[in-house]
């Protein structure tokens, strides 16, 4: 069955850098889009980045500049290397996967996303 197991979660001090991954298994990781997200305590979830069949990526205004997500297809692998994290980025980052994607299509959109996994929690003080 597909599973989608992230990690790399933790508490940092505002400013610092953190870097999540999340294991897929499974299904084909190279033909699915991916993506990260992210819930934040009484706010919805949110997408922060997400990544194509073809490596094109995508970020929500929120941490553009500051996040970057890459993806080993090697590896079956899913990154997102966080820097200048802040208080406002504390959440539960969860990975997602699109299993059959088309190639160069990437969305923020929760409904694109049909495997979730369990999430790290990652929290920021200042």
């Known amino acids: 069955q597909v599973q989608l197991v992230e990690s790399g979660g933790g508490s940092v001090q505002a400013g610092e850098s953190l870097r999540l991954s999340c294991a897929a298994s499974?299904?084909?990781?190279?033909?699915?889009?991916m993506a990260w997200f992210r819930r934040a305590p009484g706010k919805e979830r949110e997408g922060v980045a997400a990544?194509?069949?073809?490596?094109?990526?995508y970020y929500a205004d929120s941490v553009k500049g500051r996040f970057t997500i890459s993806r080993d297809n090697a590896k079956n692998t899913l990154y997102l290397k966080m820097n200048s994290l802040k208080p406002e980025d504390t959440a539960m980052y969860y990975c997602?996967?699109?299993?059959?994607?088309?190639?160069?299509?990437?969305?923020?959109?929760?409904?694109?996303?049909?495997?979730w996994g369990q999430g790290t929690q990652v929290t920021v003080s200042s």
């Open positions: 990544i194509s069949r073809g490596g094109g990526a």
């Open positions: 499974g299904y084909t990781f190279s033909s699915s889009a």
């Open positions: 997602a996967a699109r299993s059959t994607a088309v190639f160069g299509v990437v969305s923020l959109s929760s409904e694109y996303y049909n495997y």
